[in-house]
């Protein structure tokens, strides 16, 4: 099953597109396999969960503005770093991550070893599973069965047992004998 997520790769402001073709370049196809999507930067409105490629050092300021833009239409979402083993990355996604921390946000680090690491792009992939994010599109849940995430027990907060009781009674007929 293909997981659905946006990745936005994490370069220095100056020398991004440069860092982008030669560091980046080579994890992408994976994460595409995965079910990622590219991202920019520029519009990080989808409700769907988000990864942030780090792609070296000294680009903590534009992971946190990233994060800022993405709270305003994620709000308290959990901050999903990937490090790999050049160029600084993962000091910075440590060093971001500790930051994030003290500012009340949560958030992880996947470590890529290298672009061929089977065992890091399926801990992504478990990574971004987990942070799915059900909304009901149509105040319905009706919505659950049409966008399923899969066989997982889902917690949804709020106070949604009426709407919930309401569906099952629906859902669910007596069995004739």
Same mark, same amino acid.
């Given at each position: 099953?293909?997981?659905? @997520?946006? @990745?936005?790769?994490?370069? $220095?402001?100056?020398?991004?597109?440069? /860092?982008?073709?030669?560091?980046?370049?080579?994890?992408?196809?994976? *994460?595409?396999?995965?079910? #990622?999507?590219?991202?920019? #930067?520029? %519009?990080?409105? !989808? $409700?769907? $969960?988000?990864?942030? *490629?780090?792609?070296? +050092? #000294?680009?903590?300021?534009?992971?946190?503005?990233?994060?800022?833009?993405?709270?305003?239409?994620?709000?308290?979402?959990?901050?999903?770093?990937?490090?790999?083993?050049?160029?600084?990355?993962?000091?910075?996604?440590?060093?971001?991550?500790?930051?994030? /921390? /003290? %500012?009340?946000?949560?958030?992880?680090?996947?470590?890529?070893? +290298?672009? =061929? %690491?089977? =065992? +890091?792009?399926?801990?992504?992939?478990? !990574?971004?599973?987990? /942070?799915?994010?059900?909304?009901?599109?149509?105040?319905?849940?009706? %919505?659950?069965?049409?966008?399923?995430? #899969?066989?997982?027990?889902?917690?949804?907060?709020?106070?949604?047992?009426?709407? *919930?009781?309401?569906?099952?009674?629906?859902?669910?007929?007596?069995?004739?004998?």
């Amino acid at each position: 099953m293909s997981v659905r @997520f946006g @990745f936005v790769p994490v370069v $220095p402001r100056l020398v991004g597109a440069h /860092q982008e073709a030669s560091v980046v370049a080579p994890y992408v196809p994976r *994460l595409e396999a995965l079910g #990622g999507e590219r991202w920019s #930067g520029e %519009d990080l409105s !989808a $409700p769907v $969960p988000v990864i942030y *490629l780090m792609a070296t +050092g #000294g680009t903590e300021r534009v992971l946190l503005d990233l994060r800022e833009r993405r709270a305003a239409h994620v709000p308290g979402e959990s901050v999903l770093l990937v490090a790999h083993p050049g160029n600084n990355s993962l000091p910075a996604a440590l060093e971001v991550l500790a930051r994030l /921390q /003290q %500012d009340g946000v949560g958030g992880r680090v996947c470590y890529l070893r +290298g672009p =061929d %690491d089977v =065992d +890091g792009y399926d801990a992504i992939a478990a !990574a971004v599973r987990t /942070q799915a994010d059900v909304r009901l599109t149509s105040g319905s849940v009706h %919505d659950l069965l049409t966008a399923p995430l #899969g066989n997982h027990i889902v917690l949804v907060r709020g106070h949604h047992e009426r709407a *919930l009781r309401s569906y099952w009674e629906l859902a669910v007929a007596p069995l004739a004998r």
